[in-house]
């Protein structure tokens, strides 16, 4: 099935560079963080197509989890959200700062790898209140951007993310999403927050 994806561009902002010319990426470099080897990201201005295009790219992730989970069960499905987190997130250059909508204390953030796992697809003992976020069904989604700031090699998106489930049930909320650039020159969240939209009484 193919997904219908939406996107609303809202503000685009582009703040003041040192220097204007665009660098070519640097070579990756490898930091040790206590006895951790982390990877250095490279330093080369964002834009905010790619940012939208990573958006994208997390939304086409969401969907084929939920497909892989319905279609081959829970293990396939958690294999592949391990590789979607690897991918999409910048837990191998350190701690992410993801805030998930539906995670109660005293887990509610997930600053490793293994915490944003369990959020996406639950079964870890160590997040009992997990159910699994990407295993709701969902097959589109729908993203309107606020607005975009980009700074240098990180850039910052803010607006509202749909989803849709098989049944066409949407269920929309406020996400922030920060990025920078990866050592191999693509994007990686490094912050992830996500809430339900408010509502008055």
């Known amino acids: 099935m193919k997904n219908t994806n939406l996107r609303r561009v809202g503000l685009v902002l582009a703040l003041p560079l040192a220097a204007l010319a665009t660098p070519a990426l640097a070579q990756s470099t490898a930091t040790t963080v206590g006895s951790t080897m982390m990877a250095t990201p490279t330093y080369a201005p964002i834009t905010a197509a790619e940012v939208e295009a990573a958006q994208r790219a997390w939304g086409d992730a969401l969907v084929t989890i939920a497909t892989e989970y319905d279609t081959k069960g829970h293990a396939a499905a958690k294999r592949l959200a391990a590789q979607v987190i690897d991918t999409a997130y910048g837990y191998g250059l350190g701690p992410v700062l993801f805030k998930p909508t539906l995670a109660a204390s005293p887990t509610t953030f997930r600053t490793d790898r293994e915490g944003a796992i369990s959020y996406f697809v639950g079964g870890n003992s160590a997040y009992p209140g997990d159910s699994g976020f990407a295993l709701k069904g969902w097959r589109s989604y729908e993203i309107e951007n606020a607005g975009i700031l980009v700074k240098g090699n990180s ?25 920078v650039r990866g050592p191999d020159g693509n994007l990686r969240i490094v912050l992830h927050h996500s809430s339900l939209p408010y509502k008055s009484n």
């Open 155 to 179: 850039a910052t998106s803010m607006g509202n993310v749909t989803v849709i489930d098989a049944q066409g049930n949407r269920t929309t909320v406020d996400k922030t999403w920060g990025y």
